[in-house]
């Protein structure tokens, strides 16, 4: 297992790209949370097979509606999510 942080700037909220990552991350069996940050980015943790997370990240550029301008990756120590949720609210994340 593998757990990565994500941090994707674009046309990425109100538009449903929290719901549409959720989707995704569950076929897909992917656990971790989505949430709208104060700056205008969604930030993702996801854990899964590091095969799995490739082609999560991959699928998130299929969400109707987004425009992705960037993103950001980067590998965390392993961390246990029951499920993938969505975060409501905006949040403040300092790197």
Known sequence: M???EISVSGRVQGVGFRACIKKIATNLGVSGEAMNLSDGKVF???TADPVILDKFVSMLYSC???V???VE???IPDA???EFTIQRGSYQYST
């Open 2 to 4: 593998k757990t990565i």
């Open 44 to 46: 993702i943790t996801a």
């Open 64 to 66: 109707p509606r987004v």
């Open 68 to 70: 992705i301008r960037d």
């Open 73 to 75: 990756l980067r590998e």
């Open 80 to 82: 246990a999510f029951p």
